[in-house]
C-alpha cells in the first residue's frame, strides 16, 4: 500500500512509545490518523504533538478506549468510521509485558495480557473489518515480536500472546486474500521506549541477557522500518539483523537456537548465584 496521502488511518496504543512513532510516520505519509489509547492524558498530549506536524488538511483525533473491552473499542472504532469517513488502514499496536519467573507470575497476569495483547487485537480487527472491506484497498497491521517467534525466558505471559498474533495475521491473510486487504506483520527488537525502561527494572536478569544479544533500536527506527516494509507490501517486517538471523536460524536450525539461548540463560544464572 503505497499512497497513504489523504488515508484514514487507525493506531492502538497509539499515545506514546513505537506505536506513537508508527503514528507519526503514517502522519508524515499525509494520512489522517486516528489514536486509541486507555490514558486520556498521554493521549491528549500525542494527538497535540502529532497534530503539530500534519500536512494541510488531514487531522489527528485521539479516543480513549481499552482494546480489552470489546464493546468501547467497538464504538470507537465506529466513531472513527462515521468521521472518517471510513477507515483503510488499522494498526494493531496496544500491548503490555508482564514478565518473571512462570511459577511466580499469578494467573491473573497471564489473563490480563492475553485480553490485551491477543483479544484486543480480535477486537480491533472485528471491529474495523466491515469498513476496510468497503476498500478498494486497505491494510492490517499486527505489532508481534522476536519473542513470537521464539519463546524467551521470563516472557511466558508475553510469547504466547505475540506468537498468536503471527497466526492469527496469517488467518486473516489468507481468508481476505482478493479482497484488497494488505496484511502485515512487524516483529521489532527491545525498542527504546518508556515500556521497556519500566520493564527492564522488574524482569529476570536471564531474560537481559537474551534480549542483550541483539541491539535495542530507537522506536522512531523501528517504525521509518516498518514504513518501508509496508508500502512494500511485506507481510513479515523485521527490523535487525540479530532479528532476522533469529528468524531463519530457528526455522532452520531451532536445536541450535536453543542451545545459544540455553548457555545464555546459564552464563547469567551463574553471574546472578555470584
Do not use: W
Not at 482478493?178 to 515500556?195: A, E, H, I, R, Y
Not at 531451532?254 to 552464563?267: G, I, N, Q
Amino acid at each position: 500500500m503505497r499512497d497513504l496521502d489523504g488515508k484514514n488511518v487507525v493506531v492502538t496504543g497509539g499515545s506514546y512509545g513505537l506505536g506513537k512513532e508508527l503514528a507519526r510516520s503514517f502522519v508524515q505519509e499525509g494520512a489522517n490518523v486516528y489514536l486509541i489509547a486507555r490514558d486520556p492524558v498521554k493521549l491528549d498530549a500525542a494527538v497535540q504533538e502529532l497534530t503539530s506536524q500534519v500536512q494541510r488538511g488531514r487531522r489527528v483525533k485521539g479516543f480513549a478506549a481499552d482494546v480489552s473491552d470489546r464493546e468501547a473499542i467497538f464504538r470507537a472504532i465506529e466513531a472513527i468510521a462515521l468521521e472518517g469517513p471510513g477507515i483503510d488502514v488499522l494498526v494493531n499496536n496496544a500491548g503490555i509485558v508482564i514478565p518473571g519467573y512462570f511459577e511466580k507470575i499469578p494467573i491473573e497476569a497471564f489473563e490480563t495480557v492475553v485480553r490485551t495483547n491477543y483479544l484486543g487485537a480480535v477486537n480491533s480487527t472485528k471491529a474495523a473489518l466491515p469498513y476496510l472491506l468497503k476498500r478498494q484497498r486497505s491494510a492490517i497491521t499486527f505489532t508481534s515480536s522476536l519473542a513470537g517467534h521464539k519463546g524467551i525466558f521470563g516472557y511466558s505471559t508475553y510469547s504466547p500472546t505475540k506468537a498468536a498474533l503471527i497466526s492469527l495475521a496469517e488467518v486473516i491473510r489468507v481468508e481476505t486474500r482478493g479482497k484488497g486487504v494488505q496484511v502485515s506483520v512487524l516483529c521489532p527488537p527491545d525498542t527504546d521506549t518508556p515500556g521497556l525502561k519500566s520493564e527492564k527494572k522488574v524482569r529476570p536478569p536471564e531474560t537481559s541477557a537474551v534480549s542483550g544479544s541483539a541491539r535495542e533500536m530507537p522506536a522512531a527506527e523501528v517504525a521509518a522500518c516498518f514504513m518501508r516494509g509496508f508500502k512494500a507490501g511485506k507481510f513479515m517486517v523485521i527490523c535487525d539483523f540479530m532479528g532476522r538471523l533469529l528468524y531463519r536460524m530457528n526455522g532452520l536450525a531451532p536445536r541450535l537456537v536453543d542451545f545459544y539461548m540455553d548457555a545464555t540463560v546459564a552464563l547469567a544464572r551463574r553471574k546472578k548465584g555470584s
